[in-house]
């Protein structure tokens, strides 16, 4: 199939111009993929179409990609966010077995179906946005067979739904009570896993959780080289809540990213611009979790490290289904640029995830991108809510999001 899109304002994020802008542009799809993309007025004639459509001057962004998200679990922590306007802290309610374990408790109780229903909801959330590539984190079963369940789910996600799923384990997201007392043994249970993970095909990469409340420095090391020995890619949840030096270890490994980054120091942020590590920012958790630190946002760019943004969404630190809040959020509280933030939801989150087929358009690049009625592409970044793409386009093929959500209704009532 080929379709034509014309008179498009075009934010094609390649080349050097800012966004990549091209007025009254027009593109060509053939089946998943671009095939032309440039000035209507330049479009080659006697073009052989099976479908042509007039844009009427609307703006057209890459689908977006949200690199970091939780979104496989059973239950919800509202209990904890009321404890919390009491005083309680995200750590203290950790360390008393609330916290991430209170999730785990939950997504082990889940059947298959109801992790599938509530996932695919959260999904469809992100989609209306226009987000076309997601990435999901197990790390809520912290068993074999519960972090397997989750993958799964995840994989089936990918299948079931018009959007690509990038799988990531985290088994070494917080010590789950059977391993109490003995964090290095849980570690050697984590890394027991994941060939079998891998060989049923549901690794695409692997994460940890190097915090106080987490796991250390050295543990990290034996997740990361289980990985190395299969050929897995690594990222890592690093200098969140405090110093870990957790983001110069992942450089080392060639991390794909490190996330949150709140208390990364300079030595850091050589070690990830050296590696080509991308900082993937969450400013959800900041928000959620009241932090005050903001991330080295400028030392960072100053080393040219890329920088990207996602919704983190989790049950607890971040309960957030809004990729373009999130964007909102990383300019008002990070002090990024529109365009940084517009960049970081695309391109840079697509490299977060070692995709290269996707970010920008251009020729080659898969047909993921999203319709808007915006004059300029900076209002992604500055109205806070309302804002929907009136269409969303997942490897050539127009999504019908409101088919998708009323299916799903039915399915899970
Ligand atoms: N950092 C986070 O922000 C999430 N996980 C992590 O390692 C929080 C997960 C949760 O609170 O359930
Ligand atoms: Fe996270």
């Known amino acids: ?14 080349g050097d111009a800012p966004w990549g802008r091209l007025a009254d542009g027009a593109l060509l799809t053939s089946g998943e993929r671009i095939a032309w993309i440039g000035r209507d007025a330049d479009l080659p004639r006697h073009l052989d179409v099976d479908a042509e459509h007039d844009l009427e001057g609307a703006l057209v962004t890459p689908g977006f990609v949200d690199c970091h998200t939780h979104l496989v679990y059973g239950g919800a922590r509202d209990d904890e966010f009321e404890a919390r306007l009491h005083g309680a802290s995200y750590a203290e309610i950790a360390r008393q077995g609330g916290g991430i374990l209170a999730t785990v408790r ?17 999904a469809l959330a992100l989609l209306t946005e226009g987000v076309t590539t997601l990435e999901i984190k197990s790390g809520y079963g912290l068993t074999l067979a519960d972090e397997a369940r989750c993958l799964r789910v995840a994989r089936r996600l990918g299948r079931e739904l018009p959007l690509t799923v990038v799988s990531t384990y985290l088994g070494a997201h917080a010590l789950p009570p059977e391993f109490a007392g003995c964090p290095d043994d849980y570690i050697a249970a984590v890394c027991a896993w994941l060939p079998a993970l891998h060989a049923e095909g549901l690794v695409d990469a692997v994460d940890a959780f190097c915090e106080t409340i987490g ?17 897995l890619p690594v990222k890592l949840h690093a200098e969140q809540l405090s110093h870990q030096n957790g983001a110069a270890l992942a450089a080392q490994y060639g991390a794909l990213s490190c996330d949150h980054l709140e208390y990364l120091d300079a030595a ?39 920088l990207a943004v996602a919704t983190d969404h989790n049950p607890g630190s971040s309960p957030l289904l809004s990729l373009l809040l999130a964007l909102n959020l990383a300019c008002t509280l990070f002090r990024l640029t529109p365009e940084e933030a517009v960049r970081g939801a695309t391109v840079h989150a697509a490299r977060a995830l070692g995709l290269a087929d996707r970010g920008i358009l251009a020729v080659g690049r898969r047909a993921d991108f999203a319709v ?42």
């Open 1 to 14: 199939m080929r379709k034509l899109w014309r008179h498009a304002q075009l934010t094609t994020l390649a």
């Open 106 to 122: 939950a997504t082990r109780q889940a059947s298959d179906e109801s992790l599938f229903a509530s996932a695919r909801r959260r």
């Open 215 to 231: 796991f250390s420095r050295d543990q990290t090391r034996r997740v990361f080289d289980a990985a190395r020995t299969l050929g």
């Open 268 to 306: 850091g942020i050589q070690a990830m611009a050296a590696a080509g590590t991308v900082a993937v920012l969450l400013p959800g958790a900041f928000y959620f979790l009241r932090e005050t630190q903001p991330p080295p946002i400028a030392a960072l760019r100053a080393a040219g490290v890329p």
């Open 372 to 413: 808007w009625t915006l004059d300029h592409p900076r209002e992604l970044t500055y109205w806070i809510g309302g804002c929907r793409p009136s269409r969303v386009i997942a490897g050539g093929q127009e999504v019908n999001r409101h088919a998708l959500i009323a299916t799903g209704s039915s399915l899970s009532a």
